[in-house]
């Protein structure tokens, strides 16, 4: 099993519909919680960050953290074409000075 | 505008060849890492270094080896390369033992044939 799992997808959204993107892990001592989004022959870039259990938002875009559950979601309201890109959930353990653990990737598509 | 840049985005190489990819930051950053990423296996760590001269094995480091001279510059080796190491590399680079923040480069598409 996986130390994090996400499902690859494609998955394909008309515009303006609420994405719903979701990891789960099995590694019960991580503590912090990233969400990266990855265009196309790009190198991923920093969406949201968290750290521990609880709820961010920044726009469009809310994460959330269950640990009881070990799931992570990420929200995208009002998508947009111009969210079409991989989405990576990853996460660390405290003090692991920076290394990160990667989700397997969902690619979205948001049709105009 | 913090930088991280690779210095190919392409390469074809043979299998046995000795191949070099270079990674540069311009942040300053302590911390330099190297993933490939793999359809359906997402990123994984080859290697990463917290200084200068200082190396420490990833999840994946075998066929590879890597040097940091310097610290804006960290440096993946493939020895002898092979089929199997044809992948997408990236690398990143983040300030201290904060995880806050990976800034990565573009990436690099090597293909072994």
Known sequence: QKEVEQDPGPLSVPEGAIVSLNCTYSNSAFQYFMWYRQYS????ELLMYTYSSGNKEDGRFTAQVDKSSKYISLFIRDSQPSDSATYLCAMSLYNQGGKLIFGQGTELSVKP | ???????????????????????????????????????????????????????????IPEGYSVSREKKERFSLILESA???????????????PSMETQYFGPGTRLLVL
């Open chain 1, 41 to 44: 022959r790009k190198g991923p």
């Open chain 2, 1 to 59: 505008d913090v930088k991280v840049t690779q210095s190919s985005r392409y390469l074809v190489k043979r299998t046995g060849e000795k191949v070099f990819l270079e990674c540069v930051q311009d942040m300053d950053h302590e911390n330099m890492f190297w993933y490939r990423q793999d359809p359906g296996l997402g990123l994984r760590l080859i290697y990463f270094s917290y200084d200068v001269k200082m190396k420490e094995k990833g999840d």
């Open chain 2, 82 to 96: 092979s089929t199997n190491q044809t992948s997408m590399y990236l690398c990143a680079s983040t300030v201290g």
